[in-house]
């Protein structure tokens, strides 16, 4: 019996931390569209490979995604590659509050859709800070 009691407890609470967080996002921040301008990628791409006798090698790729064409589109196309990457990406958009033209970053890793998906000039949204215009999030 009391472990029905402990599930339902963590399940209200569950439920009201989502509750608490679409309150603040909806009090403290106003939507916008922002036009991304500038994407900046660091990956590090590992490569796994098995030889015909059973023994693992692995080679690391790090840097900048773009000058490893080659292997970040096969890395995205295969499932023998691990990447692990992040992107900063610098976004144009103007303050629902009090129309000033604003710029802002949004940081993504290679667990987020957006990582792979953005490019400049895409649209995305966002959530503007009601105090300070320069803060922004994910939308």
Not at 15 to 31: C, E
Not at 55 to 75: I, L, N
Not at 97 to 108: A, C, M
């Amino acid at each position: 019996m009391y472990r029905l009691y402990g599930m339902v407890a963590a399940v209200l609470f569950i439920a009201g931390a989502m509750g608490v967080s679409a309150i603040n996002r909806t009090a403290n921040y106003k939507p916008a569209k922002a036009s991304v301008y500038e994407i900046d990628r660091k990956c590090e791409i590992i490569e796994t490979r098995t030889s015909f006798d059973g023994k693992k090698s692995s080679s690391t790729y790090q840097g900048e995604c773009k000058t490893a064409d080659d292997a970040w589109d096969k890395a995205k196309a295969k499932h023998d590659k691990t990447i692990a990457a992040t992107a900063t990406i610098k976004v144009s958009y103007v303050a629902p509050q009090d129309n000033t033209s604003q710029t802002g970053e949004l940081h993504f890793t290679s667990r987020d859709d957006e990582f792979y998906d953005l490019k400049a000039g895409d649209v995305v949204d966002v959530l503007v800070d009601n105090k300070d215009h320069t803060k922004i999030i994910k939308g």
